[in-house]
């Protein structure tokens, strides 16, 4: 298997928890929280999202889809246009509001076709380029891309629990 299948399959597995999370649910039960303060199924697939499109495009250098494809402007959040989730606090993750799982999944399937033709071109020498000298030691290509998919799968299963907990009715 090559480096960009590995990476493909991983952000792969994203997109389908993602789906799955989201399928079928409406506006309330997406918006839904098993207890005051906790992450949405929403603000969870928002942000993962957000975070990889964030992410991704300063590797790419690129704009992010966020802005470029007017993201922004659809879910018409009450954060700057930088905001990616870092931080919030449960009044922010309640302001996540969204009508339908398709706004979720059309920006979620957007930022993971341009990871997934992005990373297709990566070979094993890009993995060692330093992408952020702020740490020490300095991140390479290889440890973002494994940061992103790790954030990334952990808010997705995350997703995927409270929808559990929705359609239990709990």
């Known amino acids: 298997m090559e480096?960009?299948?590995?990476?493909?399959?991983?952000?792969?597995?994203?997109?389908?928890?993602?789906?799955?999370?989201?399928?079928?649910?409406?506006?309330?039960?997406?918006?839904?929280s098993p207890a005051p303060g906790a992450?949405?199924?929403?603000?969870?697939?928002?942000?993962?999202?957000?975070?990889?499109?964030?992410h991704v495009a300063d590797l790419m250098g690129t704009e992010q889809l966020w802005t470029a494809q007017g993201w922004l402007d659809r879910?018409?959040?009450?954060?700057?246009?930088?905001?990616?989730?870092?931080?919030?606090?449960?009044?922010?993750?309640?302001?996540?509001?969204?009508?339908s799982a398709d706004l979720l999944t059309g920006y979620h399937d957007?930022?993971?076709e341009a990871t997934t033709a992005w990373v297709a071109g990566l070979t094993e020498d890009d993995l060692d380029r330093i992408v952020d000298d702020a740490w020490d030691p300095p991140v390479t290509l290889g440890v973002?891309?494994?940061?992103?998919?790790?954030?990334?799968?952990q808010h997705a299963g995350q997703a995927a629990y409270v929808r559990g907990l929705v359609l239990r009715g709990t």
Do not use: C, K, M
């Not at 960009?4 to 918006?31: C, P």
């Not at 992450?39 to 964030?54: E, S």
């Not at 879910?75 to 009508?99: S, T």
């Open 75 to 99: 879910f018409a959040l009450p954060f700057p246009a930088a905001d990616i989730g870092y931080g919030h606090r449960p009044d922010d993750v309640d302001a996540v509001r969204v009508d």
């Open 39 to 54: 992450n949405t199924i929403a603000w969870l697939v928002w942000h993962l999202t957000r975070v990889q499109d964030d």
């Open 110 to 112: 957007a930022a993971h």
């Open 3 to 32: 480096l960009a299948e590995v990476l493909a399959d991983g952000f792969g597995r994203v997109q389908e928890v993602v789906h799955e999370a989201v399928e079928g649910l409406d506006g309330g039960q997406l918006v839904w």
């Open 144 to 153: 973002r891309l494994v940061s992103v998919l790790s954030d990334d799968l």
